[in-house]
């Protein structure tokens, strides 16, 4: 992510939000307005949606530029058509494709799911748990702040069984439990590792393999746990990292 910072100090105190930020980036006004209504601004932390907005002195101003290598300005394509796989007054469950951010990032760059599931319902709706940009699969929503509450104790307390597939290097164990816990991996921002030997978050994920030859593995994956890339960082601890998974190293990816 590209993102740019200043504070609001001299000319840019009293100074309309887009105003301050077209300057600052050397931008015409009409696309600083524009970062600011498609959610790309902050100021003092905050996501600002008003670039006639006046700034105060010493507010800290962060713009992002550029996300997943696409700016906020570019014009993305349309989602994919929702596809719901159940629906009544209190549960909606779709199919997530891979692609897709399950929510709105920092910098608001194309739909996410959630956008599409409230264009669906007409309101915003009550997200209760993620799967990442690239993972498919069933996301349930809640219709009413009822429902979503429910939902949310359900995946917190571990009433929600959650099943995952993925394909992986060759090598994976018939199958166990992987328990080590997950810490930021201060060598590679973004990315989670699995070690006993930093003082991570406890994580736990059952697996059983249910292919395998000299290329490839297929596993199921049941986490008892749902912390952030827990089965990626869990499936590279074990040697066979999913195919693909450029962040972790999968075969087949660029990184």
């Known amino acids: 992510m590209k993102r740019r910072t200043f504070r609001s100090e001299g000319?840019?105190?009293?100074?309309?939000?887009?105003?301050?930020?077209?300057?600052e980036l050397g931008l015409p006004v009409a696309d600083a307005r524009r970062l600011v209504e498609v959610g790309a601004?902050?100021?003092?932390g905050r996501r600002a949606r008003d670039g006639a907005a006046r700034l105060q002195a010493a507010q800290v101003v962060t713009?992002?530029?550029?996300?997943?290598g696409q700016s906020p300005l570019e014009a993305s394509g349309p989602p994919a058509p929702l596809r719901v796989l159940f629906e009544d007054e209190d549960v909606l469950a779709v199919d997530k494709p891979a692609g897709l951010n399950a929510q709105p990032?920092?910098?608001?760059?194309?739909?996410?799911?959630v956008d599409v599931v409230g264009a669906h319902l007409g309101?915003?709706?009550?997200?209760v748990h993620r799967l990442d940009r690239e993972t498919s699969g069933v996301t349930v929503f809640g219709k009413s702040a009822q429902a979503t509450s429910a939902l949310a104790e359900a995946f917190r307390e571990g009433t929600a069984r959650k099943r995952y597939l993925a394909a992986t290097g060759p090598g994976l164990p018939e199958g166990g439990t992987v328990d080590l816990p997950l810490s930021k991996d201060p060598s590679r921002p973004g990315r989670w590792r699995a070690t006993r030997s930093a003082n991570g978050v406890p994580a736990w994920t059952d697996?059983?393999?249910l292919f395998a030859s000299e290329a490839?593995?297929?596993?199921?994956?049941?986490?008892?746990?749902?912390?952030?890339?827990?089965l990626r960082a869990h499936l590279t601890a074990l040697?066979?990292?999913?195919?693909?998974?450029?962040r972790y190293g999968g075969a087949g990816s660029a990184g």
Do not use: N
């Not at 593995?217 to 827990?230: I, K, M, N, S, W």
């Open 216 to 230: 490839f593995c297929l596993v199921e994956l049941l986490p008892r746990t749902g912390r952030t890339h827990q």
């Open 63 to 68: 713009v992002v530029l550029e996300e997943a």
């Open 11 to 23: 000319a840019h105190v009293g100074r309309a939000l887009a105003d301050a930020v077209a300057a």
């Open 41 to 44: 601004v902050y100021v003092a």
């Open 123 to 127: 309101r915003p709706a009550g997200l």
């Open 207 to 209: 697996y059983r393999r």
């Open 105 to 113: 990032t920092e910098g608001r760059v194309g739909a996410s799911l």
């Open 239 to 246: 040697g066979t990292p999913i195919l693909g998974d450029a």
